[in-house]
Each structure stands twice: as C-alpha cells, then as structure tokens.
C-alpha cells in the first residue's frame, strides 16, 4: 500500500472558540484531483489552512509527506503591487530562499520551470496588475509550484472565470495532478463530479468521500448542501430521487 501524501485522522478544529471542523478522516494519495465540496462556511478553506500547517487541530493528527503548495483564492493576492509575473512566482520561493537573501540560478530556474508548465512565459515581464483574471489564476498557480510540491490545495480557483478559462484550467490540474496530490475547493458541482478522481462532500465534518461513481445517491447532497428533492442542483448532478419523480 502507498503511502498517503496527505492523511487527516480525526481532525477537528475549533475557530473563535466554536467547532468548525468535526472529526475529519481524509486520506489523499499522488494521482489524485479531489474536489472538497460543501456549502459557504462548510470549512473547506479551515481544512486546508489545517493541511498547511496554518491551524492546529483541537484533537487529531495531520501528517504531510513533502512540501505542500497552496494557491489561495484570488481576491488574496495583492495585484496591484508593483510586481511582474516572475517577481510574484518568485516570491512562491522565499521559504528556501530566506527574506533577505538573492535568489540563485536554482530559484529562477524553477520560476521558470513553473511558469512553463501553466504555459505563463510569454507573459513573464507583464506587470501582474495587467493580467486577466484566468492569467492570474495560473500566476498563483505557478506560484505554489515554484517549489515543486508533492501536494497542491487549490482554494476556489475557477470563481469569476469565463468557461474556456475554467476549462484550460481544469486540463492544467489534472496534468499537475499526475504526479502529485491535488485537493480543491469548488462551488462548480457539476465540473468537479466530470474531472476529479474523488469527491469529499464536506459540512464540518465528512458526510461522504468516493468516486464520482460511488457518490450517486442523492442523499449525501441533499444532506451537504441542504436541498429539497427538487433541487435544480440534483436535476444539475442528474440525481433526482425517486419520490421527486
Ligand atoms: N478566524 C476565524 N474566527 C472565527 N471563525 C472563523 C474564522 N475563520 C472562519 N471562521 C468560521 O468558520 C466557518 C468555516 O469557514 P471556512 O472559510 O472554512 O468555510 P468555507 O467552507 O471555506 O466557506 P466558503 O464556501 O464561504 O468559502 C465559518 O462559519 C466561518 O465564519
């Protein structure tokens, strides 16, 4: 059996002194895209600032085989600082390079490296003010690989973005998922059931965890996302219930 690149046992996490995550058990292997799913304030983003080492646990255990990258929403970066594409895939690096030392050849190598693989060169001296918002979306991107992480947490990457963005976009994770694990949050049901290797269906703690497959009852939804039978969601997910027929 392989080793886990992620493994949450029993994990909750108090915020403000009330339980936001409860009990969490989610395991996350190399190979994977999965999609973290559940309502606004589910603790979705709790759970990866937990696996980021951000938030300790009140009880439980995290454990993180590599080095974790993380790409937060896009309203979190600062776009208008005075910074080009490289200077903030640069900054992905600062861990090892130290605040107050140059970077070396090896650092913008890897700059590089990451800003080859979301396809960002060509844009490399653009001022990251001037950028669209799928462009952005790849700059933090790259960002969390500039230290070619074995484990990548995406936070909303697809909110505000047209559908040709999303969709290139979604064929970048799942490239990127090949050779690491890859865990995002997503409002996008409908995208995240047709891309991701596994759904976690999350409202402070798991209610289910599968493959697409295995997540065709409709309770499980109904119980996350607080939907009736009648749901447009369910029609969405092609997963009405019976008595709602
Ligand atoms: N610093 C904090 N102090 C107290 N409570 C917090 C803090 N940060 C978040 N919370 C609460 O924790 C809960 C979970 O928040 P979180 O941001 O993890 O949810 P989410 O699933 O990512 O939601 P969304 O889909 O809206 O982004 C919410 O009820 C939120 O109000």
């Given at each position: 059996?392989?080793?886990?690149?992620?493994?949450?046992?029993?994990?909750?996490?108090?915020?403000?002194?009330?339980?936001?995550?409860?009990?969490?058990?989610?395991?996350?292997y190399r190979g994977e895209l999965v999609a973290l799913l559940g309502p606004n304030g589910a603790g979705k983003t709790t759970l990866l600032r937990t696996v980021l080492g951000l938030l300790r646990p009140r009880t439980g255990t995290v454990a993180v085989d590599g080095e974790v990258g993380y790409v937060p929403q896009r309203h979190e970066f600062a776009w208008d600082y005075p910074v080009s594409v490289e200077g903030a895939v640069l900054s992905g690096r600062v861990r090892r390079i130290g605040w107050f030392r140059q970077a070396g050849v090896a650092d913008h190598q890897a700059v590089r490296a990451a800003l080859d693989r979301v396809r960002m060169t060509h844009l490399r001296t653009r001022p990251v003010g001037e950028l669209s918002g799928g462009q952005r979306q790849r700059v933090l991107v790259a960002r969390a690989l500039a230290l070619d992480p074995q484990v990548l947490l995406l936070d909303e990457p697809f909110t505000g973005l047209d559908v040709p963005s999303q969709d290139h976009l979604t064929e970048l994770f799942v490239e990127l998922a090949a050779e690491r694990a890859v865990l995002m949050?997503?409002?996008?049901?409908?995208?995240?059931?047709?891309?991701?290797?596994?759904?976690?269906?999350?409202d402070g703690s798991v209610v289910a965890l599968g493959t697409p497959d295995e997540l065709h009852d409709p309770a499980p939804w109904m119980r996350t996302f607080g939907a009736s039978p009648t749901s447009p969601l369910l029609r969405a997910l092609g997963l009405v219930p019976q008595e709602a027929l």
């Amino acid at each position: 059996m392989t080793t886990p690149a992620v493994r949450l046992d029993r994990v909750s996490v108090d915020l403000g002194g009330r339980p936001v995550l409860r009990d969490v058990a989610l395991d996350l292997y190399r190979g994977e895209l999965v999609a973290l799913l559940g309502p606004n304030g589910a603790g979705k983003t709790t759970l990866l600032r937990t696996v980021l080492g951000l938030l300790r646990p009140r009880t439980g255990t995290v454990a993180v085989d590599g080095e974790v990258g993380y790409v937060p929403q896009r309203h979190e970066f600062a776009w208008d600082y005075p910074v080009s594409v490289e200077g903030a895939v640069l900054s992905g690096r600062v861990r090892r390079i130290g605040w107050f030392r140059q970077a070396g050849v090896a650092d913008h190598q890897a700059v590089r490296a990451a800003l080859d693989r979301v396809r960002m060169t060509h844009l490399r001296t653009r001022p990251v003010g001037e950028l669209s918002g799928g462009q952005r979306q790849r700059v933090l991107v790259a960002r969390a690989l500039a230290l070619d992480p074995q484990v990548l947490l995406l936070d909303e990457p697809f909110t505000g973005l047209d559908v040709p963005s999303q969709d290139h976009l979604t064929e970048l994770f799942v490239e990127l998922a090949a050779e690491r694990a890859v865990l995002m949050t997503t409002h996008d049901l409908v995208a995240a059931v047709h891309t991701c290797t596994r759904l976690c269906l999350l409202d402070g703690s798991v209610v289910a965890l599968g493959t697409p497959d295995e997540l065709h009852d409709p309770a499980p939804w109904m119980r996350t996302f607080g939907a009736s039978p009648t749901s447009p969601l369910l029609r969405a997910l092609g997963l009405v219930p019976q008595e709602a027929l």
